[in-house]
């Protein structure tokens, strides 16, 4: 019987403990999350993928047939449309605008000082 385990912890650090059993002979599966079960599946005998949510975050779990056993997979998906994902892109979008305005404002600070110094230079300290 194959067994797997995965970590994942939310963004207010809560731990997720997410195991996979996968019988051997049967091909029996069942996925749980925290000793609760989220997923029974029965005769698993080739690769197939499947997704599940974890509070707000979409899980997918994938099971790929190989020459002996099945490798195990399970990941956030973090490009699906979900309202998680919705806000994640937004605050990507809103961080980037954010950085380009910084780097906008220190670049026209760093100019206006050059241009004040070569000012205050030719006032101070006039060419004779």
């Keep these: 019987m194959a067994e797997t385990f995965w970590r994942f912890t939310n963004d207010l650090g809560q731990a997720y403990l ?3 059993f996968h019988g051997d002979k049967d091909g029996h599966l069942v996925v749980h999350c925290n000793s609760r079960v989220v997923l029974i599946d029965f005769n698993v005998q080739h690769s197939k993928a499947y997704s599940f949510f974890i509070e707000e975050e979409l899980c997918e ?3 790929d047939r190989q020459d002996v056993g099945f ?3 399970c ?3 973090v490009d699906a449309d979900t309202p998680k994902n919705r806000w994640r892109k937004s605050t990507e979008q809103t961080e980037k ?5 910084a780097w906008w404002i220190a670049g026209g600070t760093f100019i206006f000082l050059i241009v004040l110094s070569i000012l205050l230079r030719n006032v101070f300290f006039p060419r004779i």
């Design 75 to 77: 990941q956030i998906n």
């Design 18 to 20: 997410i195991g996979l």
């Design 97 to 101: 605008t954010y950085t380009q305005r």
């Design 61 to 63: 779990l994938k099971l």
């Design 71 to 73: 490798t195990y997979s």
